[in-house]
């Protein structure tokens, strides 16, 4: 067994199990820190340790870490929200919670050694969407929705805060268990895609394992006071997606459904009413708006390739392969 202690920080979700199975792998010893709410139904092995925590409270974070008895090297800061109703809900969540955590290991002089910080390349904004100029780390961060904005903020915290870190900023994550795209095989499976938007869309991915892997390389490779993006080294169309996924699901025939952007825009603007009313934010909000109408999602890795040998080994089509698969095991395709 390895001498090295992790915590994965919102470890209870899609993307947690992911990496949590990744440390193990590797020897590590692995505490997944989550709520008491948490569901656990991905986090099965018996070598996992759990920390529970209060994350509304400052003091019972700091307790909740002595209580480990160790100080860990690596965190790994998973938690977030991608869909909120406001600013403020999306604040409370992506800044507010991650301060406390960082204000509760400055308390009890329990400062890792890395602090690997799961942000979105949301936060960078629309970018060129003439030339599709793939993003680079050294472009300015312009968020042009209430999600981006907020895990900007949590950057620029953990930035500030002496704490070594690693962040990354990545693109559309899938993988077996995952949802949002979980939809989109539902759909071409029903023999209909949907887009929208008449001009071109560069779309980017990383398979869930691939990030997970990344993650762990970067703690152990990277230098500190980083920031990567992450993404598969390409880009994709979106009748690439879809032919990818109809020949994984077996269907020979396709309709691509286009809707213009004004659709789009009423329709997601109804969903953010509805949604209030409801006091939950729908799927089609007015912030998904803005990240369905992006057309250029297009990465340059090149400074992960450079500190930590980034390599995703699964590109988009194997990695359809595999989430349909599990799908269809999980019974949530037939």
């Known amino acids: 067994m390895s001498n090295i202690s992790v915590l994965v ?3 209870g979700g899609f993307t947690g199990g992911f990496i949590v199975n990744e440390c193990l792998r590797r020897g590590w010893q692995v505490y997944a820190g989550v709520r008491e709410t948490t569901s656990r139904a991905f986090l099965t092995d018996p ?3 759990f920390l529970t925590f209060d994350f509304d409270d400052t003091a019972a974070i700091a307790a909740t870490l002595q209580s480990a008895g160790v100080r860990f090297q690596y965190v790994i800061y ?6 909120a109703l406001t600013f403020s809900e999306f604040n409370a969540v992506n800044h507010d919670i991650l301060r406390r955590v960082l204000d509760a290991f400055t308390h009890t002089s329990l400062t890792p050694d890395k602090f690997l910080y799961i942000s979105s390349l949301s936060v960078m904004g629309k970018g060129d969407e003439r030339g599709y100029t793939p993003f680079r780390t050294t472009d300015i961060p312009a968020p042009d929705t209430r999600y981006g904005a907020s895990k900007l903020k949590a950057e620029l915290l ?21 949802r949002d795209y979980f939809l989109m095989f539902k759909s071409i499976a029903s023999g209909i895609d949907f887009s929208v938007g008449f001009r071109r869309q560069l779309l980017t991915f990383i398979y869930v394992e691939d990030l997970a892997c990344a993650i762990a390389d970067a703690l152990q490779k990277a230098p500190t ?5 992450i993404a598969e080294p390409r880009a994709y169309t979106q009748r690439e997606f879809r032919t990818m996924s109809a020949e994984a699901l077996g269907k020979r025939q396709v309709l691509p459904l286009k809707a213009p952007l004004w659709i789009l825009k009423i329709v997601c603007t109804a969903g953010g009413v509805i949604g209030r009313m409801k006091h939950k934010p729908l799927t089609l909000n007015p912030d998904k708006y803005h990240i369905l109408r992006q057309r250029n999602w297009n990465a340059d890795i090149s400074d992960a390739v450079r500190d930590f040998g980034f390599s995703p080994r699964v590109d988009l089509r194997e990695g359809i392969r595999r989430s349909v698969e599990w799908y269809r095991k999980a019974g949530w395709l037939k």
């Not at 998973?78 to 869909?83: E, H, S």
């Not at 006071?225 to 993006?229: D, E, H, I, S, T």
């Open 9 to 11: 920080i919102g470890a």
């Open 47 to 49: 070598a996992i340790r």
């Open 78 to 83: 998973n938690l977030g929200a991608t869909k």
């Open 158 to 178: 953990l930035q500030s805060s002496g704490v070594p870190y690693i962040i990354f900023r990545c693109t559309g994550i899938y993988g077996p268990h995952e």
């Open 225 to 229: 006071g980083r920031v990567y993006l």
